[in-house]
């Protein structure tokens, strides 16, 4: 499945949350870095740099010999969360090298990861080079929206502009869901839920005000005592099981539709290519220390 993530304005923190979701993922995922702003994930994880230039742009260069989807996988990191199931795939580093790489190309290859989930960080809505081809191909767009009062009524008042910007037909496309960014201030979630159920956007869940456990997917990574029983992670177990089940829903629903009277011919069926290949670079986790990693941030 391909899942997307995006924001419509701010940063409410949409890179922490795919990646927590990835980290936490009940299935094989990566963490796809689209976002054309440009990408950090690496340098959270590699702050040496040891595992040198790695991603999609690396990737579209090897597919000049190789096919996309093995170039794509040849790039990805294994997450040091001591599962071996989820990964890292660095995008651009600049909004010029995203604007470069063909989008289109890459979100086909994404879907023939028969065996992996793939979470990609799409950035904010409306920015420059932003990936729309992988919007448009996905089994469900993920809007994260900051809980505080400019950020909801901008998100109420743009709900239809943002479904066309994803490319979805209209109210009745359950293609859109919403999880909302808690704030130390922030609404209920019940009141949220209610405002946007009367315009067909339902809220799927809250990701914690918890900037310490935040702070090691966007800074640097060292995690402390407390960080696989963080609010965040604890959280982000029970909204991935949300999230891949009505990304699933969708994709088996649209997939029935696309099937048509008579099968194609054999040569015709798109290929879909199974990941059995030899493992990717591993992050070495580093050693937690009492009070690293868990001070509150913020």
């Known amino acids: 499945m391909l899942i997307t993530f995006t924001s419509l304005r701010g940063s409410p923190g949409t890179s922490a949350a795919t990646l927590a979701l990835t980290w936490a993922w009940p299935r094989h995922a990566v963490a796809a870095e689209c976002d054309p702003s440009g990408g950090q994930a690496l340098a959270v994880f590699d702050p040496s740099g040891s595992l040198g230039h790695r991603g999609m742009f690396e990737a579209m260069l090897a597919a000049r010999t190789i096919p996309l989807p093995q170039a794509l996988w040849q790039q990805t990191i294994t997450l040091p969360d001591g599962t ?116 067909g956007l339902p809220v799927v869940g809250e990701m914690p005000w918890d900037p310490s456990a935040a702070t090691q997917f966007t800074d640097t990574f060292r995690p402390g005592k407390r960080f696989e029983t963080s609010s965040l992670l604890e959280t982000s177990r029970k909204l991935g099981f949300e999230i891949g089940k009505r990304a699933f829903t969708r994709s088996r629903r649209l997939r029935g539709r696309a099937i048509p009277e008579q099968a194609p ?12 290949r030899p493992p990717p670079p591993s992050i070495p986790r580093p050693a937690a220390s009492a009070g690293e990693g868990d001070r509150h941030v913020g």
Do not use: Y
């Open 265 to 276: 011919a054999r040569q015709e069926r798109p290929r879909r290519e199974l990941v059995r």
């Open 84 to 199: 071996g199931r989820h990964f890292l795939l660095p995008g651009p580093q600049t909004t010029r090298t995203a604007e470069s790489l063909q989008w289109q190309r890459l979100a086909l290859a994404f879907r023939t990861w028969e065996s992996v989930d793939v979470l990609a960080d799409c950035g904010r809505l409306r920015s420059r080079g932003m990936p729309h081809a992988v919007l448009g191909n996905a089994d469900l767009t993920v809007l994260v929206v900051r809980n505080d009062r400019h950020s909801l009524r901008a998100l109420s008042s743009s709900v239809d502009l943002v479904r066309e910007e994803i490319g979805l037909l209209g109210t009745a496309d359950d293609g859109l869901v919403v999880v909302v960014a808690a704030t130390p201030a922030g609404f209920p979630l019940k009141e949220v839920e209610r405002q946007f159920a009367k315009l």
